[in-house]
């Protein structure tokens, strides 16, 4: 429980943040029980306490960004940021501003661009211009700022600064501002947070900042919440109590498992329930229902680049050439009986190919080479904006991630896929022409095309018969290729090598989808054509 101290000086006496009750659990592990905890408007505030005690996650709950349920969390009681109930709903857009460790800038956009991101996205804000965004960033001593790749990590902090600053928002957060930092360059941050905070003016804004260091704010915050993970609540300090408690510090046993973690089986069935979700929200986002349509259509045009980029036709193209060479080698050359069959059966054996490789062969070789390489690439995409914090950023912009990111990734490959089916069979077809008249010299071009088209071509359409099974049959490998990839990216990443399991995972997840598919497509798909 809290203690009753003065707020503040600067601050009103009315609450910003109010908690009563507050109970949270991370994958089962208690962080805080029936906590209560005030932060006034106007304060600036320190929110400090062990490794492992659960300062980001309080902190994510304040932004709005973490639901209950979500990530393993379970929330109970109350946590209000002044009209608006954080456990049940997200602030109003641009209420609150996060500055998240790391930055958490969208490494595809320029840092101009992304304080324009959070501009735009600004409710009820006028039609922001580029100017506004480059004196935001030259406020703060950034100018000429082109791709983030090129800024040091002083600079990026800076930029991250400016795209929250432009919500102008009423509660700023902070996570670790500091970290990294020598002492000279912390107290520089710290004083360019403290012109932030006073940067609200008369709405008295108020301040939350996660941080180890509590020397680099003397003199500019004046009390802590300390989060004391033994009894499970927060506690108010003067600054120079807390600098204490840190001195002696000694590593604390984490508590047991919360007694009301779900069971195994309940975990199993609420990942198996996520897993349908995550393909429900699949279908659903075939709709954009993009905030804005720039950035809609500018993650459309990445994740398409990835999807059908010059190395994808390459890949596929060099793999329908191999399908074509050995389907037509190994056909003729292991024919039994060959010498005696084949004068004979030669324009059916040509025949069956086309099929073949029309019908089965392209396109299930298209959809596993694109579930492992675009699924992959797909999934390293989402998992890595999920383990920069990107996702958080979006969503304290006010914008679910899916509606921009999830819609570009299912277009993107519902798009592609035909192209890509396309080219394996075109590249498959000259491949087994090239092979038929190297290896039958007394036949010519226009025999191997009569004979190899002859169950495919359409007198009265222009298009070969089954191209409607082909199609239906990549488009369902493609949505589960992109569902795939989304719901085993957004899984939570602690570390790198939580993406690099999620790769693995997509991968194995999107195959499997994809012989599924394609068996229980052959199998609806002939037996309607027999009984035709």
Same mark, same amino acid.
């Given at each position: ?51 492992? /005690?659960?300062?980001?996650? &309080?902190?994510?709950?304040? *932004? $709005?960004? @973490? %639901?209950?349920? =979500? #990530? !393993? ?61 480059? /004196?935001?960033?030259?406020? &703060?001593?950034?100018?000429? *700022? $082109?791709? @983030? %790749?090129?800024? =040091? #990590? !002083? ?378």
């Amino acid at each position: 429980m809290s203690s009753d101290v003065d707020h503040e000086p600067g601050g009103s006496g009315v609450p910003a943040i109010e908690a009563r009750g507050l109970s949270v659990a991370i994958g089962g592990q208690p962080l805080l029980h029936d906590a209560d905890f005030v932060v006034r408007r106007g304060e600036l505030v320190l929110l400090c306490g062990p490794s492992g /005690a659960g300062k980001t996650v &309080l902190l994510k709950l304040l *932004a $709005g960004v @973490l %639901r209950d349920g =979500s #990530g !393993g969390c379970r929330l109970k009681g109350e946590l209000r940021f002044e009209a608006t109930d954080l456990l049940r709903q997200r602030p109003p857009p641009g209420r609150v501003g996060v500055l998240f460790q790391n930055h958490a800038l969208f490494d595809e956009l320029t840092a101009e661009e992304n304080v324009l991101f959070a501009l735009r996205h600004r409710a009820g804000a006028e039609p922001p211009d580029r100017h506004h965004a480059r /004196a935001l960033l030259a406020q &703060l001593g950034v100018e000429r *700022a $082109g791709a @983030l %790749r090129h800024l =040091s #990590g !002083g600079q990026l902090q800076r930029v991250a600064l400016a795209r929250t600053l432009a919500l102008s928002p009423d509660l700023l957060l902070y996570d670790e501002p500091t970290t990294g930092l020598d002492p000279a360059n912390a107290r520089n941050v710290a004083d360019m947070i403290c012109s932030a905070h006073a940067g609200g003016g008369e709405r008295m804004r108020t301040t939350v900042i996660v941080t180890h260091d509590l020397e680099a704010f003397r003199g500019i915050a004046r009390e802590v919440l300390w989060l004391a993970p033994a009894e499970r609540c927060l506690l108010r300090l003067p600054l120079d109590a807390a600098l204490q408690r840190t001195s002696t510090l000694e590593q604390t046993d984490r508590a047991g498992p919360d007694p009301d973690a779900p069971p195994l089986l309940a975990r199993f069935l609420g990942r198996s329930g996520e897993a349908l979700a995550a393909v429900a929200t699949a279908l659903l986002r075939l709709l954009p229902t993009w905030p804005r349509a720039r950035y809609g259509v500018r993650y459309l045009l990445h994740y398409l680049r990835i999807a059908a980029s010059p190395g994808a036709f390459l890949y596929v193209g060099a793999a329908g050439l191999l399908l074509g060479f050995v389907a037509t080698y190994f056909a003729f050359e292991k024919m039994p009986k060959k010498d005696f069959i084949e004068p004979l059966f030669v324009d059916d054996v040509l025949s069956a190919l086309g099929f073949m490789m029309f019908r089965v062969l392209s396109p299930l070789l298209v959809t596993l080479l694109i579930a492992a390489r675009t699924g992959a690439a797909f999934a390293a995409d989402i998992g890595g904006k999920v383990y920069a914090r990107q996702f958080d950023a979006l969503r304290s912009f006010g914008v679910e991630p899916s509606r921009y990111l999830l819609t570009g990734v299912s277009w993107s490959l519902l798009i592609a896929m035909p192209f890509l089916v396309w080219t394996m069979w075109w590249l498959a077809e000259i491949s087994c022409l090239g092979v038929f008249l190297f290896t039958h010299e007394e036949r010519n071009g226009f025999f191997w095309e009569r004979a190899f088209t002859r169950g495919l071509v359409n007198e009265d359409f222009p298009l070969h018969w089954g191209w409607n099974w082909v199609v239906a049959k990549t488009e369902v490998c493609a949505l589960g290729i992109a569902a795939a990839a989304w719901f085993i990216g957004t899984r939570e990443k602690l570390a790198a090598d939580d993406v690099s399991r999620g790769v693995t995972r997509t991968v194995i997840a999107a195959s499997l989808w994809v012989l599924v598919v394609h068996f229980a497509f052959a199998f609806f798909e002939f037996r309607a054509q027999n009984t035709l």
